[in-house]
């Protein structure tokens, strides 16, 4: 009996996803666990991994088509079983597309009455009985609009081995680059654009890139990204506090964690334990660890602080939130840890649905851009989310003299229908004591 490859729901959001590239063909024997596509869902690009044995016996959606979640893409064939006998299967297991209803005549004094629909029925997709790989086109050229059309995993490959993509040529659908194109180009053991005896153009300075006209396709992360945020800003009635922290005390802990932690390989980030901070203060304040549901509020018992991960270029962009389960109950070296691992992740592979589930209260920093202040949009459903410059010098007075100072601006951006300017200041206030008596959260 075939084994039938369904569009897997791979984030808590995802409706549909994009099939950037097969890595297998027809005829590949693959085993559990074996990466079969990269998927483009509503928040990264994800590997999809089989979970049986078997032999693919047909890809059935193509590289660069958009199918919603559980639609069949693809048949594997078991032990023993031919490829058409198990494409034969899959397709006697389709639902049929039951016949639209003819519609009824209209008696003729009637008045005229606005036709319902039949209900659209999708169609069940055809098998492709060879491997999906399009004819050898020209080099990609840059379109009107001055975008080439490349993969993400494709664009990081050629970017790492210092491949132009205007020498690559596109066997995806459309002329898109895909991964394949690159490794075959590598593979071939063509220069690169360094190898060439034509000088290697720099990175442009500040103020002197060209910018060229055109449109350019949103990816679907991007869409769900603008959606939620539009939902976000015009369903939850936000409202910001902000509150300015000491961090020389915490810079010299942090620092002298650091030097004990080196002998392991491992480093706290300033965010780390900002993010342990958040967890206990969050102890104090339940309103902070809870979301709006109506006519009541859910009062969540684990406290899971979500991070905000930017992802890059490469990889289509956007911003991830990965969630640190039980952040009060963990050392900041094992925050520092998870938060690494995530990162990393988030950055090459792709996170997966439970590791961006369940976040009750989410931080996003900007420190390291520099950013001094900003305010951030909450992530539904938490009711709260902290902004986070970086630490600046700057004088500060104490005991009625000015003097050299170290200050980080935090923001809250808060749903006032669950938590009010009391109880913001208040938490900010606990927050304050932790951060500025770090050794606190070393206990």
Not at 91 to 103: G, K, R, S, T
């Amino acid at each position: 009996m075939s084994i039938e490859v369904t569009m897997p729901r791979l984030s808590d959001t995802m409706e549909a996803g994009t099939i950037i590239q097969w890595n297998v063909s027809i005829g590949d024997e693959v085993a559990s666990g074996d990466v079969l596509a990269d998927i483009e869902t509503d928040k990264a690009t994800m590997e999809m991994q089989a979970f049986d044995d078997g032999v693919v016996a047909g890809l059935l959606v193509e590289a660069g088509k958009q199918v919603p979640v559980g639609t069949t893409i693809a048949v594997l064939a078991e032990d023993g079983e031919t490829a058409e006998a198990a494409i034969a299967d899959a397709a006697a297991d389709a639902p049929a597309a039951e016949p639209e209803a003819a519609p009824a005549p209209e008696p003729a004094a009637a008045a005229p009455v606005a036709a319902v629909p039949a209900p659209s029925v999708t169609p069940v997709p055809q098998p492709m009985v060879a491997p999906i790989a399009a004819a050898p086109s020209a080099p990609a050229q840059t379109p009107a609009g001055g975008r080439i059309k490349v993969s993400p995993v494709a664009r990081r490959i050629a970017e790492e081995n210092q491949l132009s993509l205007t020498e690559l040529t596109g066997s995806g659908p459309g002329g898109r680059i895909i991964k394949r194109d690159v490794l075959a180009r590598i593979a071939a053991g063509v220069p690169s654009v360094q190898s060439t005896s034509a000088p290697v153009a720099a990175t442009p300075a500040p103020g002197t890139g060209t910018l060229v006209a055109g449109e350019e396709d949103l990816s679907g992360m991007r869409q769900t990204i603008a959606r939620r945020l539009v939902e976000s800003k015009t369903t939850i009635p936000h409202y910001q506090v902000s509150m300015s922290f000491d961090m020389a005390s915490m810079t010299d802990v942090r620092s002298q964690v650091n030097e004990r932690l080196a002998a392991q390989g491992a480093k706290a980030s300033v965010n780390d334990f900002l993010i342990k901070a958040c967890a206990l203060a969050i102890r104090d304040h339940k309103y902070f660890n809870s979301s709006f549901a109506g006519e009541r509020l859910v009062m969540h018992g684990a406290i899971n602080i979500g991070v905000a991960i930017a992802l890059p270029e490469e990889r289509g962009g956007g911003l991830v939130v990965a969630t640190i389960r039980h952040a009060d109950q963990l050392s900041v070296r094992e925050i520092a840890v998870k938060v690494k691992e995530l990162s990393l992740k988030a950055r090459t592979r792709g996170l997966s649905a439970e590791d961006m589930s369940e976040s009750t209260f989410t931080i996003s920093n900007l420190g390291m851009f520099g950013v001094d202040h900003f305010t951030a949009i909450i992530n539904p459903p938490n009711s709260a989310i902290l902004a986070c410059g970086a630490a600046i010098e700057q004088p500060v007075v104490e005991n009625g003299e000015v003097v050299p100072g170290l200050r980080m601006t935090g923001t809250l951006s808060l749903d006032h229908r669950v938590i009010d300017g009391a109880m913001a200041a208040r938490f900010l206030q606990s927050l304050k004591m932790l951060v500025e008596k770090p050794a606190m959260l070393l206990v």
